[in-house]
């Protein structure tokens, strides 16, 4: 968790953030393959571990997270891994009380495409990506470039 972000979004008085997320990498974890440099990708439960951390440390910082959008979509991955990847965030993140979970699987989804932005009213988008200012301007949202949010 990137704790200066937190500290940064506290400072600037936000109350209540949503989260738009791009993970294509789950379904190369579900069809196993790894990444060039031999490291695997994340599954789908240690992403959903990363993501409620950072829900937690939001939390603690005042910061309600209200809704998450996630993009499992990947181009080259198969159609049958990013269901199985989406199942599985859709089950372990369905149970986040009070959040609003939406879990994609189609390229229409998947940042820069503003799909995620639009649907969670964005107003302004804080990324660690090229495709997070694309979607912020696809979006036509200011964009705040940030180090990275998980790692």
Known sequence: VNWTVIRA???????A??????????????MGVRRNDGRPYPSPEQF????RCA?????????????????VYHPHADEAAIQ????AVRADL????????TVYTTARARKPQPLM???????EYWGDSDEDGGA???AGVPFVRVERFLG
């Open 9 to 15: 979004l506290a400072e600037r008085g936000v109350t």
């Open 17 to 30: 953030v949503a989260i738009c997320t791009n993970q294509g990498g789950l379904p190369w974890h579900v």
């Open 48 to 51: 959903c571990i990363r993501l």
């Open 55 to 71: 829900i937690v440390a939001l939390s603690r910082a005042g910061i309600k997270v209200v809704a998450v959008r996630v993009s």
């Open 84 to 87: 199985s990847a989406a199942r």
């Open 94 to 101: 369905g149970g986040l009380a009070g959040v609003d979970v």
């Open 117 to 123: 932005l639009h649907s969670v009213g964005a107003t």
């Open 136 to 138: 912020a301007q696809a």
